[in-house]
């Protein structure tokens, strides 16, 4: 059987990610799209041979036709996510729903309800569970080896360049217009300390701040862009030396539709991403440190931070008999047990595609769950409300300076 599947929002991760899976997939064809870009629109619609009468300029369009395919999946921008995935659940699609699942609390919880009451499948991006590296530690800390678990540290670097794209001149520099920082880049990370840690979080607190990205520190000489600018081949953060680098690839693919030399210089040009790092909207916090206590007296620590050479996450996790360490940039994860000083050292197989293979582990999970073929559902939606919610609470205490009470929150 093939699945039948319908997109909303032909960006990066709807085009290149999902769209790239069903063709190399015999499993899952795309026979509709939704995308108000008429480039990106027309580009996915011939990529995969959708018939005019099912290329959509809206979801609102889409969703106004009988039931025409047995999925769908929703890749808009964050703060769209909730009303096409309502109005897909009324219509008995299945659906796979990226994260966040929206940039409000209530509607958080109110998909994680309407998920509850519907009988299909309803996952949420949460990609990381789906890794073989975060796999194999879970393992690890389920079959006892290291003892009790006691606390974890986790850090996300989220890399230089990559900051300065999407957190600084991209799509989620403010969170007026899209999400905090830490909803929208880390609530992957928020669902695998829960995960790990398997209870409820109890009470968090978070600090943080936008410490550097800001006028303040535009050096001297320094121009609005880097198209015309005086000191850009010393800057770390140059636009030019990020774009045309990667012509034809992420990030480059964001910044044009068209991916030529002359298409890239103009959108240096007059696009938002030839702006100065130091002169633009931004507001979301460039490092942020958070604390959790979990309802089986499991703490955890959290940190975010732009200051990174690599794109990478590392964790430390201590129990009572041993601690774990691991580097998903290198793929390996070393077990030191104290007893015996014995040092294993684990690096899981590599999966094809993004996040470190979850992206198609993923994408294999939603098919599975579909066909009722030992899906996992490791990310449903129900489940993903809580994580969400950490983050929604963890930006509360870094604006309101307070230790967060979780269960008070949500009946907030």
Aim: hydrophobic share 35%; with cysteine.
């Amino acid at each position: 059987m093939k699945i039948k599947v319908a997109l909303v929002g032909a960006g990066q991760r709807g085009k290149d990610i999902y769209g790239e899976y069903a063709i190399n997939n015999p499993h899952i064809e795309f026979v509709a799209v939704a995308e108000p870009n008429k480039i990106k629109r027309d580009i996915f619609a011939k990529r995969h041979g959708i018939d005019k009468e099912f290329v959509f300029e809206s979801f609102e369009e889409l969703f106004k036709k009988d039931k025409l395919c047995d999925a769908v999946v929703i890749a808009s921008p964050d703060d769209t996510h909730f009303h096409p995935a309502s109005l897909a659940l009324k219509k008995g699609y299945h659906i796979l729903l990226e994260k966040p699942m929206s940039n409000e609390k209530d509607e958080c919880i109110e998909l994680g309800k309407l998920a509850k009451q519907n009988e299909k499948v309803f996952l949420i991006a949460h990609v990381l569970r789906y890794t073989p590296f975060f796999s194999k530690i879970k393992e690890i800390i389920d079959s006892g080896k290291i003892g009790k678990l006691m606390t974890i540290s986790h850090n996300e670097n989220i890399g230089y360049f990559h900051f300065a794209h999407s957190f600084v001149r991209g799509n989620w520099r403010n969170s007026d217009l899209s999400s905090p920082l830490i909803l929208q880049k880390s609530c992957h990370d928020m669902d695998i300390l829960l995960w790990l840690v398997g209870e409820s979080c109890k009470k968090i607190s978070s600090f943080g701040h936008l410490s550097y990205f800001k006028e303040e520190n535009h050096p001297e000489g320094a121009g609005q862009r880097c198209i015309d600018c005086k000191v850009e081949t010393t800057c770390p953060y140059s636009a030019k030396k990020l774009y045309y680098k990667n012509i034809g690839k992420w990030p480059t693919t964001v910044i044009s539709d068209m991916q030529t030399e002359e298409a890239v210089t103009r959108a240096l040009e007059e696009g938002p991403y030839g702006r100065c790092v130091y002169l633009c909207d931004n507001n979301v916090c460039d490092n942020q440190s958070t604390i959790m206590e979990f309802e089986n007296e499991v703490t955890a620590t959290f940190n975010l931070s732009a200051f990174t050479n690599k794109v990478h996450r590392t964790i430390k996790i201590m129990g009572s008999k041993g601690e774990i360490r691991a580097d998903d940039s290198k793929n390996e994860i070393e077990v030191e047990l104290f007893e015996s000083n014995e040092r294993i050292i684990y690096n899981p197989k590599v999966l094809v595609g993004g996040h470190g293979g979850g992206d198609t582990g993923i994408m294999n999970d939603f098919i599975a769950s579909i066909l009722s073929e030992d899906g996992n559902g490791l990310t449903s939606a129900s489940k993903s409300v809580q994580s969400h919610i950490m983050a929604f609470a963890a930006e509360e205490s870094r604006l309101v300076n307070k230790n967060i009470d979780i269960k008070e929150f949500m009946q907030r």
